[in-house]
Nanobody
Framework: QVQLVESGGGSVQSGGSLRLSCAAS????????MVWFRQAPGKEREGVAT????????TYTASVKGRFTISRDNTKNRIYLQMNGLTPEDTAMYFC???????????????????WGQGTQVTVPS
């Protein structure tokens, strides 16, 4: 059974940093496209970043480019999201998602991803 578990969220002051982690089990993470989404209260789920299966190429939504870095360690079945320069606009529940078939060169619509974690909350007070 495929399971994804996020961790690393918390409350941090504006300008601070957090590193999110997503641990995958039940499958070899290297065979799946994995991606980070976020959802703020009252807003739709937004794709944040994705990384190719081998980890060579990553793609980001415009609002986080230059501040966030996605990475993966297939030996540990984990992906990470290093978030620097956090602002109140980054406040959201962050989810990792995975799919066996989708390409990893772009973030697809949320409903296309098969597996989801429970999310980890990131709060940046204004």
């Amino acid at each position: 059974q495929v399971q994804l578990v996020e961790s690393g969220g918390g409350s941090v002051q504006s300008g601070g940093s957090l590193r999110l982690s997503c641990a995958a089990s039940g499958y070899a993470a290297s065979t799946y496209c994995m991606v980070w989404f976020r959802q703020a209260p009252g807003k739709e789920r937004e794709g944040v970043a994705t990384i190719t299966r081998g980890g060579g190429t990553s793609t980001y939504t415009a609002s986080v480019k230059g501040r966030f870095t996605i990475s993966r360690d297939n030996t540990k079945n984990r992906i990470y999201l290093q978030m620097n320069g956090l602002t109140p606009e980054d406040t959201a529940m962050y989810f990792c998602a995975a799919d066996l078939v989708l390409s990893c060169t772009t973030v697809h619509a949320a409903e296309l991803y098969t597996y989801w974690g429970q999310g980890t909350q990131v709060t940046v007070p204004s």
